[in-house]
């Protein structure tokens, strides 16, 4: 047996090992507004680009430092039309990323960032966060393989439903693999688990919701064919497993299920196209609350290049939201927006985007009221790069939520500063 057989033939196995159990979160619990923010990268460019950027060395361990404050923000909230909680915040942040090659194939990549995040007012929400993981990216002939574990800490929005800042936690673990079968065919796998934890008083909540009924454990896994029939196109098709399990039983809406995925990518000089959709199929796991859900969910997005320094984009994305409220098990939360992107030689660039849609709350009974929150969002964002390694950005975003149930209706506006110092330290 050639050794080219043999290779081909320990490949298939390690891609049929990781698909006994095979991505990303089943569902985000809060998709901020704004759509898609670049084109993706492959893995072997991204991490290229990041070696490259490390600045310092460490024997064979090559180090690329970051710090700034980010979030400089005025925040207010409005919630039935009173002002909840408006205050000024900021974020700083210190921490690096390290880079050790084993070989020419594989690199293991290490990350520590912690931060603290200030608040004016709320002193019970000023606190120190801590963001740490471990990745290992295998690039060889035919097969990637790629294993990370990582715990976030961060402050941001959590669900729509309280469109107010939450410091939350994320502990992952995920395993990705792909294997050139022949040609232009690839299979692939992935296994993610996510367990999802806030830290937040129940106390500093709007209207007494507790955010803790939001904890929960996921498990996704997705396995399938990619073909590739020239760089820059990608069709896939597969299928997915899910299993999500609520820490809270007051508020229980596990769930499982599969569905067929699809997934796309165009990426031409002019245009860009990307889809991920599935046809799920939920049911509540014994003792849930979870009413059964049939549908199709995904995002898809498209961009057109006219000229150097310009782009524009449409996006659109479906999900199911977890809801706070005891009469709704979730939320079918849809967007559809325009983003514009203009840019100056790489050292001045802005984005501009507003978007609108629908939150559509499931009811558990037919006697409970029906709700429906129509969304509308708008923001900009300026970038200036003016000093290598040094990027100062402005944004503001505003999002409004008008519900047919008027003391649910509420907004968040938001504006800010954020600056980064990179591995120039």
Not at 4 to 27: G, P
Not at 83 to 104: E, I
Not at 152 to 171: C, H
Not at 328 to 345: E, F, H, I, K, S
């Amino acid at each position: 047996m050639g050794t080219r057989s043999l290779f081909r033939i320990c490949s298939t196995v390690c891609f049929i090992v990781l698909c006994a159990r095979a991505a990303e979160a089943q569902f985000e619990q809060y998709t901020p507004p704004g759509g898609p923010q670049a084109r993706p990268e492959s893995r072997e460019k991204r991490l290229k680009q990041e070696i490259a950027e490390a600045r310092y060395h460490l024997g064979p361990v090559r180090i690329a430092p970051q710090a700034g404050i980010r979030d400089v923000a005025y925040v207010r909230d409005l919630f039935g039309g009173a002002a909840v909680d408006s205050d000024l915040t900021a974020t700083a942040f210190a921490g690096a990323r390290a880079f050790l090659s084993t070989g020419s194939k594989v690199t293991w990549i290490a990350n520590v960032q912690p931060e603290y995040v200030w608040w004016s007012r709320r002193a019970d929400a000023r606190r120190l966060n801590t963001t740490y993981g471990i990745e290992e990216v295998g690039l060889f002939n035919r097969l990637f393989l790629g294993f990370a574990a990582s715990r976030e800490e961060a402050q941001r929005l959590v669900t729509p439903e309280v469109p107010q800042l939450f410091n939350f936690r994320s502990d992952v673990l995920q395993a990705n693999a792909e294997v050139q079968l022949t040609g232009a065919i690839y299979g692939f796998a992935a296994v993610r688990q996510t367990q999802q934890t806030n830290l937040v008083k129940q106390s500093v909540v709007p209207l007494g919701l507790d955010l803790s009924l939001l904890d929960r454990t996921e498990l996704v896994t997705r396995e399938g064919v990619r073909w590739r029939p020239s760089p820059g196109w990608t069709l896939g098709l597969g299928a997915e497993q899910s299993r999500t399990d609520f820490d809270h039983k007051a508020g229980d809406n596990s769930n499982s299920g599969t569905a067929p995925v699809a997934e796309m990518t165009i990426d031409r000089h002019y245009v860009s196209f990307q889809l991920d959709a599935a046809a799920r199929s939920l049911r509540a796991q014994s003792g849930s609350r979870f009413v059964s859900f049939d549908g199709l969910t995904g995002s898809a997005s498209a961009s057109y290049r006219p000229r150097r320094g310009l782009e524009v984009w449409i996006y659109g994305n479906r999900s199911l939201v977890y809801s706070l409220t005891t009469q709704y098990p979730y939320l079918d939360d849809r967007r559809t927006g325009v983003a514009v992107w203009v840019g100056a030689g790489g050292i001045v660039s802005s984005r501009f985007f507003v978007e609108a849609g629908t939150d559509d709350y499931v009811r558990f009974s037919t006697e409970t009221a029906q709700r429906s929150d129509q969304v509308r969002s708008y923001g900009a964002v300026l970038r200036l790069a003016a000093v290598k390694q040094v990027i100062v950005s402005f944004q503001a975003t505003r999002s409004q939520y008008v519900s047919n149930l008027a003391f649910n209706s509420r907004s968040y506006t938001s504006g800010g500063l954020t600056v980064t110092l990179g591995s120039n330290l």
